[in-house]
């Protein structure tokens, strides 16, 4: 197991940051590892916490009185200089229970309003983004969403359009269009099950 001799923080943002952490592995490798976190101090990374927590969700939601609809959206991400379809998501507000969060960034990104099912916590339990750049860890809520769309909520920062896609849709988004990796992989079980939600019964 590798041991970590220091942890050194190198921006201050709000969102995110930077953070050079120095160790070495079981076979004697020393590295200097580069750590971006939504943590804003050392004390608040994972690797002093020790435990995993949600920064964020991502929400799963179905629309439509038969439930064969997903919302989606359609953002612009300044990594990528494009669009990217995703799962609206969020990030938690500190003590913000995480459901709560799913309910409020839906409507703020769609204007739907959001209605989480009661699941396993072993379905909703946060997980890792891309764990060999970020301790970011996300919850996926999965719930019901009804209403109209709307704009209207959006914070200034953000360039979204929201989607309501059918399965046809949701194939063409999957075969032509730049796509998140967690969103892209619930995709195909929508695609392929008659119930979405089955797996969580």
Not at 5 to 23: D, M, T, Y
Not at 63 to 92: M, N, S
């Amino acid at each position: 197991m590798a041991t970590i001799h220091s942890v050194e923080q190198l921006s201050g943002n709000r969102f995110v940051n930077l953070f050079s952490v120095k160790g070495e592995n079981s076979k004697g490798h020393h590295s200097n590892y580069f750590v971006a976190s939504r943590a804003k101090t050392i004390e608040e990374l994972e690797i002093k916490r020790g435990e995993t927590r949600a920064d964020g969700v991502a929400i799963y939601a179905l629309y439509g009185e038969k439930h064969d609809r997903v919302v989606l959206v359609r953002q612009w991400r300044y990594p990528i200089g494009t669009w990217v379809y995703e799962f609206p998501a969020g990030l938690c507000e500190p003590g913000e229970n995480y459901r709560d969060t799913a309910i409020r960034e839906l409507h703020e990104e769609t204007g739907l309003i959001f209605t989480p099912l009661d699941v396993d916590p072993m379905y909703e339990k946060p997980r890792y983004t891309t764990v060999g750049m970020t301790d970011e860890a996300t919850a996926i809520v999965y719930g019901y969403a009804s209403g109209e769309l709307s704009d209207r909520f959006e914070e200034s920062s953000e360039e979204i359009e929201a989607v309501i896609a059918d399965r046809d849709e949701v194939r063409r988004i999957l075969q032509h269009e730049r796509m998140a990796q967690q969103c892209a992989f619930q995709l195909t079980h929508f695609l392929s099950d008659e119930d979405p939600f089955g797996f969580l019964k």
